[in-house]
Antibody, heavy 120, light 104 residues
Framework: EVQLLESGGGLVQPGGSLRLSCTAS????????MIWVRQAPGKGLDWVST????????YYADSVKGRFTVSRDNSKNTIYLQMNSLRAEDTATYFC?????????????WGQGTLVIVSS | DIVVTQSPGILSLSPGERATLPCRVS???????VSWYQQRPGQAPRLLIY???SRATGIPERFSGSGSGTDFTLTISRLEPEDFAVYYC?????FGQGTRVEIK
């Protein structure tokens, strides 16, 4: 059974930093692209970042480019999202998700999310 | 930039009724890039449909997807109580705003 467990969320001041982690189990982690998606309170889903299986290629939403960095450690079955220069509009639940592995961009497994609140 | 539009934002239906949820993409896209998710309150999203019309593992047959080009549809043939939730259309990395299916 695929399991994804996010951690690292919390309250941070504007301009601060936070690092999220997502630890995976139940599949061959290194062969799958992984994704971060966020959801502001009461709002819809918002793609944040994608990292390929080797970690060699990463993608970012324009809203976080230059501030967030995605990485992975395949020896620990974990992906990370380093978030710097945080803004109030970054307040959201952050989900990590596993790419299905097909030709599209769909995610077939999701964690339960970790809440990030950016506020003074 | 591509825009994904889901309208209406809210669909009020009764259990047993058929639900038809449209998703419009601002330019023609490959069907491979379109997927649908269900999100119940307090839960993570769940993949229902990928490649516009393929059901994900474990998804009941009452869920079906169709469409091509710019117009795609998620259909729930007969609403069960657990189907009242928010549904998101995704094209590539872009999510629509979602359609809430609520009990009438």
């Amino acid at each position: 059974e695929v399991q994804l467990l996010e951690s690292g969320g919390g309250l941070v001041q504007p301009g601060g930093s936070l690092r999220l982690s997502c630890t995976a189990s139940g599949f061959t982690f290194s062969t799958y692209t992984m994704i971060w998606v966020r959801q502001a309170p009461g709002k819809g889903l918002d793609w944040v970042s994608t990292v390929t299986g080797t970690g060699a290629t990463t993608y970012y939403a324009d809203s976080v480019k230059g501030r967030f960095t995605v990485s992975r450690d395949n020896s620990k079955n974990t992906i990370y999202l380093q978030m710097n220069s945080l803004r109030a509009e970054d307040t959201a639940t952050y989900f990590c998700a596993k790419d299905r592995g097909g030709s599209g961009w769909e995610s077939d497994s999701w964690g339960q999310g970790t809440l990030v609140i950016v506020s003074s | 930039d591509i825009v994904v539009t889901q309208s209406p934002g809210i669909l009020s239906l009764s259990p047993g009724e058929r639900a038809t949820l449209p998703c419009r993409v601002s330019q023609s896209v490959s069907s491979i890039s379109v997927s649908w998710y269900q999100q119940r309150p307090g839960q993570a999203p769940r993949l229902l449909i990928y490649a516009a019309s393929s059901r994900a593992t474990g998804i009941p047959e009452r869920f079906s997807g169709s469409g091509s080009g710019t117009d795609f549809t998620l259909t729930i043939s007969r609403l069960e109580p657990e189907d009242f939730a928010v549904y998101y259309c995704q094209q590539s990395r872009i999510f629509g705003q979602g359609t809430r299916v609520e009990i009438k």
